[in-house]
Each structure stands twice: as C-alpha cells, then as structure tokens.
C-alpha cells in the first residue's frame, strides 16, 4: 500500500482530456515536496514525463501537463491519443518513510 | 545519449544472494548532479525504491530493504551493483537502475530496460 494514492484505472476517448490524481499527505506532497510523473508504455520501462510539479522534459509533447495544489498532485492529458495507452506513475519523497515514494500507478486506457 | 544496462542472473534459489550490476554508457558518473539508483516492480505491481549511490561513495537506502541491500559503485568500469541479501519471492521482480537526477526531490532519469530476477528453487 503506498503513501501516494491513485486511482487504478482511467479512460477517455481519443481526443479528450483526462487526468490522474495523486494524493498524498504531510509527510510527502503536502511537506511539501516535489512530485515526478513517469510514463511505463507496455512491456518497458518506466520514463520521466514531468518533473518538479510542472516541468517537461525535452522530448515530450505539450499534451502533458502536470499540477500540485496542498497534499495532490495531477497529471491530465489533452487530446488523449490511442500512444498515450500506458501505467503512470507519481513520485516523491516522504519524510516519515526517509524514502522516494512512488504511486501505486494509474493504468489509462484509450478507447 | 547516457543509456543504462542491467546485467546479472534471471533466477534465484531461496535465501541466497541476488547480484545485479548496471553498466553505464554515453556519460561519465563521475558528476556531481547525479546519484544512481535501483528501483525494482513485482509482476503487475507498481514500483520500489530501493537504493541509490553517489560516484564518491555516499549511500542512500530505503530503510524497508536496508538490511539486506548492499549498493556499491565502480567508476572505473562506469559501473554500480546492487546485492540483496537472504531473498524470498517476494523479491521477484523487474530491477531497474537509473540515473537519479539531484535537484531538490530527486528524480530517476533515464532508466535502464530493466531486468527480470526470479526467486525460486
């Protein structure tokens, strides 16, 4: 069970707009420290997708973004596209756990 | 392009020791912006901290594995290790080592493809 709470599963039709919620607490997002966003696509591994809150890296596309506000976080995506099909996650750092934390991860399906 | 690559055996009996080692390419380690680290994913589960290593030495553990994790680092061959101690199958998993970007809340970017460890006799 981790300290950072998603929902397990999301869905949007191609071309909408969804978002992923990451809930924390004191300890963790509301200390308050950054949260990074990963996306894992199928059968490979895991690759940033925002960090520091807002921040994109090079490379990904503008459809991402991400926000922070209190003990959550959110990742939403615009003009949901059937590559957008993937496990996300949520990271950061709790203090209780002297740990970098990570969601338990948000499986998005694009119908 | 820094790329990462995982290397060590794919199955482990019961109570041994898991070894993995992840060879670094396309950058030097030796920077002081970066630790590197090894996270790891049971079958269908989410992701797990587990260590990370500065290029000087310094060590940072999740406390939950500290006891059984040892991390090192060999700049020379542009490599770190992980050994993890007295495994069970829970300890399956995909392990992954990652570049661990130092900027207030560290952060693992890039990642290696990982590599499947399973623990059985």
């Known amino acids: 069970q981790s300290v950072l709470t998603q929902p397990p599963s999301v869905s949007g039709a191609p071309g909408q707009r969804v978002t992923i919620s990451c809930t924390g607490s004191s300890s963790n997002i509301g200390a308050p420290f950054d949260v990074h966003w990963y996306q894992q696509l199928p059968g490979t591994a895991p690759r940033l997708l925002i960090y520091r809150n807002i921040n994109r890296p090079s490379g990904v596309p503008d459809r991402f973004s991400g926000s922070k506000s209190g003990t959550s976080a959110s990742l939403a995506i615009t003009g949901l596209q059937a590559e957008d099909e993937a496990d996300y996650y949520c990271?950061?750092?709790?203090?209780?756990?002297?740990?970098?934390?990570f969601g338990g991860g948000t499986k998005l399906s694009v119908l | 392009q820094l790329q990462l690559q995982e290397s060590g055996p794919g199955l482990v009996k019961p109570a041994e020791t898991l070894s993995l080692t992840c060879s670094v390419s396309g950058g030097s380690m030796r920077n002081s912006a970066y630790f590197w680290g090894w996270i790891r994913q049971p079958p269908g589960k989410g992701l797990e901290w587990i260590a990370s290593i500065y290029y000087g030495g310094t060590t940072n553990y999740n406390p939950s594995l500290r006891s059984r994790v040892t991390i090192s680092v060999d700049t020379s061959k542009s490599q770190f290790s992980l050994r993890l101690t007295a495994v069970t199958a829970t300890d399956t998993a995909v392990y992954y080592c990652?570049?661990?970007?130092?900027?207030?809340?560290?952060?693992?970017?890039?990642w290696g493809q990982g590599t499947l460890v399973t623990v059985s006799s």
């Open positions: 990271q950061s750092y709790d203090s209780s756990l002297s740990a970098s934390v």
């Open positions: 990652a570049r661990v970007v130092l900027a207030g809340i560290n952060w693992f970017d890039p």
